[in-house]
């Protein structure tokens, strides 16, 4: 079983920025990929970014390239999503999400357990 909660989330203007974490706890953390979906209202959840579990890999849904910075700290357990340039566009539930491997996924099913997420709105 693994908990995760995450935390940052809130109303910016577009172009500010701001950092999501997400703290875990039940499992070995550093051995685990990690990711962050989004889910706009009335739209499917979807990718944004995922770290493996050594940090090493990172990959990113094309719109977030350049803006985004998926980043982990073993030691706290915890993944954190840097998010720089919003735009309205980014507005949506964000989630964190576990994998049981060390290589990441960009696919929704690749991953075991979910956040509660937090909501992030960018105002225009």
């Known amino acids: 079983q693994v908990q995760l909660v995450e935390s940052g989330g809130g109303l910016v203007q577009a172009g500010g920025s701001l950092r999501l974490s997400c703290a875990a706890s039940?499992?070995?953390?550093?051995?685990?990929?990690m990711g962050w979906f989004r889910q706009a209202p009335e739209k499917e959840r979807e990718f944004v970014a995922s770290?493996?579990?050594?940090?090493?890999?990172?990959y990113y849904e094309d719109s977030v390239k350049g803006r985004f910075t998926i980043a982990r700290d073993n030691a706290k357990n915890t993944v954190y999503l840097q998010m720089n340039g919003l735009k309205p566009e980014d507005t949506a539930v964000y989630y964190c999400?576990?994998?049981?491997?060390?290589?990441?996924?960009?696919?929704?099913?690749?991953?075991?357990?979910w956040g509660q997420g937090t909501q992030v709105t960018v105002s225009s």
């Open positions: 770290i493996s579990a050594g940090g090493g890999t990172t």
């Open positions: 999400a576990h994998r049981r491997s060390w290589d990441p996924s960009t696919r929704y099913d690749g991953y075991d357990y």
């Open positions: 039940g499992r070995t953390f550093s051995l685990d990929a």
